[in-house]
Structure formats: C-alpha cells, structure tokens
C-alpha cells in the first residue's frame, strides 16, 4: 500500500483500494471515499448484483446452443412426450434450483457463512469425497460446454457463409465451407475476453447476450410460424416412427434427444456463482429464486414455441440445428442476423460458464505456490474510461493455454447434437439433481425413510435413470460419427 495511503483496520481488498483511489482523483479527499460502502459482510468487495441481473446471467446460460435442436428433440420424441420432458425438465430444475438457494450460506441460509461456488456449499454441507466429485463433475462441465460453444458458434459463422453463397450463386451450388477458421477467430476473441478479472463486472456482457438470445429464438419462432401457417404442419404423436429408421436407431436418439433437453436446463453449475454477484439486503436466496422463476420460466416458454413450432414446420425432418437447417431459405438477411445473434449470444455465454473455472483455478495456484513470482505478479495498466487493470502474467497465459485446448478439441470433435447431448447427460444428474438434494437433506436434517426423504431420494434415482440413458445414446451417437470423420477436415 502506497505510505500516503491511511491505514484502516478493515479487511480492505486491493481491489476495493483501487476504487477508493480511483474515486478520490475526482474529489477533494480520500476521506471522501467510504470504505464500508464498498465492503460487504465478508471484507470483499460490495455486491452489485440485482434480480435482474441475475436473470439475465441464468438466461444467458440456459438459452444457448441448447435451444437449437430442440426441434430435433421433439421430432424424435412426438407431440405427447416432447412438450411433456421439456416442462418436467423445467420444473425439476427450479425445484432443485430453489433447494441449491439455501446453500449458499450455511448453516443458516440468511446469515450464515457465504459459500463462494458450487464445490464450497458442497464442502460445507456434505465434505469428504463429494467434493471432488463435484468439482471433477462440475468443471468438466465447463469445459465442455466452452467446447459446445466454440462448435455452435462457428456452426453458425459457417450458416452465414454458406447462406450467402447460396443467394448467389443458387441452392445447386456446392458451397462447400469449412467450420475450421471460423472456430479460430471465436476462439481468438475469447482469449482477449477472457481477461476480464472478475466474473461480477461482465454483467453487461450477460445482459447483451440475453438479448441477442431472445433475437434469434424470435427469429426462429418467426420463421417457423411462417410455414406453418402457410399450411405446412407436421410431425406425429410418436415421432420418428419406425420403419423410416430401425427400432435401434430410434431408441438411441430418443435417448440422445433425453440428453439434448437436459442440456437446454443446464445452469445449476453457476447457480451459486451468480447468486455470490447479488446484494442483499433482501436475502441472497430470495432474490436468487425469484431470479431461477424469472429465468426458466422465460426460457421454457421460448423452447415451448421454438421446439413445438419447429418441428410442426419440419416433422421428422427436423433438423439437428434449427437456424443452420432455416439457412437455405428466404429470407437469407433474416436467417444470418438470427445466426449473428447466436455467435453474439455465445461470446457472452462462454464467459458466463468459464469464468468460475477462471477463478477456482487460480485462487487453487495462488495457495499451491504462494512464493512463485510468475503466479503473483501483477503489473498495474491504466486503461482511458476503465482506470487501473491488473494484468497478471500467469491469468495471461493460462487462460490464453484454456481457450487454444477448447478450440483445438472443438476443431477434432465438431459433432453438435451428440456432444450436447452428452453434455447434458454427464452433468443432468449430479449438478441439477443430486447435489442440492442431498445438501437439502443435510441442511434441514431431513431423517432417513421419511415421506420427504423417500420423494427426494425417488426423484434423485429416476433422473439417474435419465442421465444414464441419454449418456449410451450420446455415446453411441459420437461411435458413429466417428466411423465417417476425418479430423480438422470436416466441411459443409
């Protein structure tokens, strides 16, 4: 600290210093700049957050690349059972949501110790094995979905191309285009985003992202209803039938379609990462259910629409990516602002999922090596309408290390709706499921064999049952595409 700077008993963070002294260059003094203000109960830096924002992070998250091949689902699945697994989906992730809540203090939900990520509520209400479970779940997790992203988002890159090349030239032409540098340059603009330092100050990343998602689920809503009201309506109660595939083929891609709906809901991961962005008073949890109600209850309403109508506009031919499957027809400008809005939307939900990895691997580095220079160095950069960044050496290069792996992997496995799919599936069960129940169950100190215990643990063993379903189909699904892949060269 600088000598001029005066000394205070608080737990003063050296980013909460470089607010005060950012603040006092436009005023008389330092004692013009309140110190407890910008602390919250814990010595860190005062939350910001609001439902709102929230909101925006959980909509940010959920509707991605998820809500593409919903159509696809439900085509697979047929009028009955694909609206029904998408609201049941929905709602056991804002029960199981509401449960995660409570967790983020403990051992009392309002004033207890806050738990700053996923892997610290299960650490303070479960300990012992389950939390390397969880975080070996939950940061494969993240990075995989940072894979899903980089392959979504250059899906849609590639859409653009192929959709103006069709305009020119007809739907004859070959316009043949390779997802390859397209994967480069998003994974290029990550690497400069991913040194935004910390995961509270990219709320306006969020809230742009959540925009752009209602822009292209609106385009695709749009365009669906088009053809269906020109009186092109299809699909079936059972979907797929049998007959056009074998009883084989159909039953692993409901499985696949099981796991590509479970991704769609997939954001309890964050959940306490986002709910450690909000200010209180009112309580954190409070607000945070509120926020989880106003988010899934938005986003199931647009994958209602945006599944149901796409497939009633394709039936069982629905394709895996409904705006990629939209890009050879008119109107094209509409069809690649959609996909614009969907590279936009996944530059924010990128950050959105990795920056918890971010964090939890550095503050990991800092106590593993805290004498190592290329860990702790940090280098003071004044930025013009920012004032004063960081810039850590280490946070420079890991990062950087992060994004190249996530591109490269997506470059070597660009298979959209089984990597999804199995995503969804591996993460469902564990993050959305069973830890909050049994956090809940230890929290509240539910006893075994009771009426409570018995419905938890019931709805717990049959999304077991679900994720491991979707799992084989998924897996099944990346053993065939194998069979006819070549690696770096795939092009459309």
Request: proline content about 4%; overall charge positive.
């Given at each position: 600290?600088?000598?001029?700077?005066?000394?205070?008993?608080?737990?003063?963070?050296?980013?909460?210093?470089?607010?005060?002294?950012?603040?006092?260059?436009?005023?008389?003094?330092?004692?013009?700049?309140?110190?407890?203000?910008?602390?919250?109960?814990?010595?860190?830096?005062?939350?910001?957050?609001?439902?709102?924002?929230?909101?925006?992070?959980?909509?940010?998250?959920?509707?991605?690349?998820?809500?593409?091949?919903?159509?696809?689902?439900?085509?697979?699945?047929?009028?009955?059972?694909?609206?029904?697994?998408?609201?049941?989906?929905?709602?056991?992730?804002?029960?199981?949501s509401a449960l995660l809540a409570d967790c983020y203090r403990y051992p009392d939900p309002v004033n207890?110790?806050?738990?700053?990520?996923?892997?610290?509520?299960?650490?303070?209400?479960?300990?012992?094995?389950?939390?390397?479970?969880?975080?070996?779940?939950?940061?494969?997790?993240?990075?995989?979905?940072?894979?899903?992203?980089?392959?979504?988002?250059?899906?849609?890159?590639?859409?653009?191309?192929?959709?103006?090349?069709?305009?020119?030239?007809?739907?004859?032409?070959?316009?043949?285009?390779?997802?390859?540098?397209?994967?480069?340059?998003?994974?290029?603009?990550?690497?400069?985003?991913?040194?935004?330092?910390?995961?509270?100050?990219?709320?306006?990343?969020?809230?742009?992202?959540?925009?752009?998602?209602?822009?292209?689920?609106?385009?695709?809503?749009?365009?669906?209803?088009?053809?269906?009201?020109?009186?092109?309506?299809?699909?079936?109660?059972?979907?797929?039938?049998?007959?056009?595939?074998?009883?084989?083929?159909?039953?692993?891609?409901?499985?696949?379609?099981?796991?590509?709906?479970?991704?769609?809901?997939?954001?309890?991961?964050?959940?306490?990462?986002?709910?450690?962005?909000?200010?209180?008073?009112?309580?954190?949890?409070?607000?945070?259910?509120?926020?989880?109600?106003?988010?899934?209850?938005?986003?199931?309403?647009?994958?209602?629409?945006?599944?149901?109508?796409?497939?009633?506009?394709?039936?069982?031919?629905?394709?895996?990516?409904?705006?990629?499957?939209?890009?050879?027809?008119?109107?094209?400008?509409?069809?690649?602002?959609?996909?614009?809005?969907?590279?936009?939307?996944?530059?924010?939900?990128?950050?959105?999922?990795?920056?918890?990895?971010?964090?939890?691997?550095?503050?990991?580095?800092?106590?593993?090596?805290?004498?190592?220079?290329?860990?702790?160095?940090?280098?003071?950069?004044?930025?013009?309408?920012?004032?004063?960044?960081?810039?850590?050496?280490?946070?420079?290069?890991?990062?950087?290390?992060?994004?190249?792996?996530?591109?490269?992997?997506?470059?070597?496995?660009?298979?959209?709706?089984?990597?999804?799919?199995?995503?969804?599936?591996?993460?469902?069960?564990?993050?959305?499921?069973?830890?909050?129940?049994?956090?809940?169950?230890?929290?509240?100190?539910?006893?075994?064999?009771?009426?409570?215990?018995?419905?938890?643990?019931?709805?717990?063993?049959?999304?077991?049952?679900?994720?491991?379903?979707?799992?084989?189909?998924?897996?099944?699904?990346?053993?065939?595409?194998?069979?006819?892949?070549?690696?770096?060269?795939?092009?459309?």
């Amino acid at each position: 600290m600088d000598p001029e700077t005066p000394q205070t008993s608080l737990p003063v963070d050296f980013s909460v210093t470089d607010i005060c002294i950012e603040e006092t260059l436009h005023k008389e003094s330092w004692n013009n700049c309140d110190l407890k203000s910008l602390l919250d109960d814990d010595g860190r830096p005062a939350r910001r957050g609001t439902m709102w924002t929230a909101s925006a992070h959980i909509i940010t998250a959920v509707i991605g690349s998820g809500v593409l091949s919903l159509a696809w689902a439900i085509s697979q699945l047929g009028w009955i059972a694909g609206p029904g697994v998408l609201l049941a989906f929905s709602l056991i992730t804002f029960y199981t949501s509401a449960l995660l809540a409570d967790c983020y203090r403990y051992p009392d939900p309002v004033n207890g110790k806050r738990n700053y990520t996923y892997m610290d509520a299960v650490k303070a209400n479960l300990g012992g094995l389950q939390i390397w479970l969880c975080g070996l779940t939950q940061y494969s997790i993240l990075y995989g979905t940072a894979i899903g992203y980089t392959i979504t988002a250059s899906m849609s890159m590639t859409a653009i191309r192929r959709s103006n090349c069709f305009h020119e030239n007809g739907k004859q032409a070959p316009c043949h285009t390779s997802e390859n540098p397209y994967m480069i340059l998003f994974g290029t603009f990550q690497i400069l985003l991913s040194q935004i330092p910390d995961f509270d100050r990219i709320w306006w990343l969020s809230i742009v992202a959540a925009i752009m998602s209602f822009g292209y689920s609106s385009i695709g809503l749009s365009l669906a209803i088009t053809k269906v009201a020109g009186g092109h309506v299809h699909g079936s109660v059972t979907g797929v039938t049998v007959g056009t595939v074998t009883s084989a083929q159909k039953t692993w891609a409901t499985f696949r379609a099981l796991g590509n709906i479970a991704f769609a809901y997939s954001f309890s991961m964050l959940l306490i990462e986002i709910q450690d962005t909000i200010k209180s008073p009112p309580a954190e949890n409070k607000t945070m259910k509120k926020a989880t109600l106003v988010g899934i209850s938005i986003t199931t309403t647009y994958y209602m629409l945006c599944g149901c109508l796409g497939y009633a506009a394709f039936g069982d031919r629905s394709p895996a990516n409904l705006l990629t499957g939209f890009g050879f027809y008119n109107p094209f400008w509409l069809v690649d602002l959609a996909n614009v809005c969907i590279v936009v939307h996944l530059v924010g939900a990128y950050q959105v999922f990795v920056q918890p990895l971010f964090a939890f691997i550095e503050h990991w580095s800092f106590h593993k090596w805290p004498k190592s220079s290329f860990i702790h160095m940090e280098y003071s950069v004044k930025i013009p309408r920012y004032g004063l960044y960081k810039m850590s050496v280490f946070k420079l290069v890991w990062r950087t290390c992060f994004v190249v792996t996530t591109t490269i992997i997506s470059m070597m496995l660009p298979f959209f709706t089984d990597v999804l799919s199995l995503l969804g599936a591996v993460g469902f069960w564990p993050l959305t499921v069973y830890f909050p129940v049994e956090m809940y169950i230890v929290h509240r100190k539910i006893q075994r064999f009771t009426t409570k215990w018995m419905i938890l643990q019931t709805l717990s063993f049959v999304c077991l049952l679900v994720s491991l379903a979707a799992a084989c189909g998924s897996i099944e699904g990346v053993v065939q595409d194998l069979k006819m892949y070549k690696p770096f060269k795939t092009t459309y």
